[in-house]
């Protein structure tokens, strides 16, 4: 494993601390490596790739992806789709 510094706000590591102290994690830099790891699963689209020519293909979709304005969504909920806008606003 290697060690990589990080700056967090005091508003962040108390929230780290307190799951420390209520038992979810063994010490902070569980927690961080979790919070690192979930969002790294959010963020990936693809398998990381072994292959620099895939690697370069992978970029070159996902740089398409983002060019495009109009994308279709479907979203299947059981909540109303106001009920999900203002949950996304609360967490702004």
Do not use: C
């Not at 990381?48 to 909920?77: C, G, N, W």
């Amino acid at each position: 494993m290697t060690t990589v510094p990080v700056k967090l706000d005091d508003v962040e590591l108390r929230k780290i601390d307190h799951l420390v102290k209520i038992g979810r994690f063994k010490n902070r830099s569980q927690a961080i490596r979790s919070f690192i790891k979930d969002k790294l699963l959010d963020e990936t689209l693809f398998p990381e790739p072994a292959d620099p020519e895939i690697e370069k293909r992978y970029h070159d979709v996902i740089a398409k992806l983002r060019k495009l304005t109009h994308l279709p969504v479907q979203i299947e909920s059981t909540k109303t789709a106001l009920e999900l806008v203002k949950e996304e606003r609360e967490r702004m």
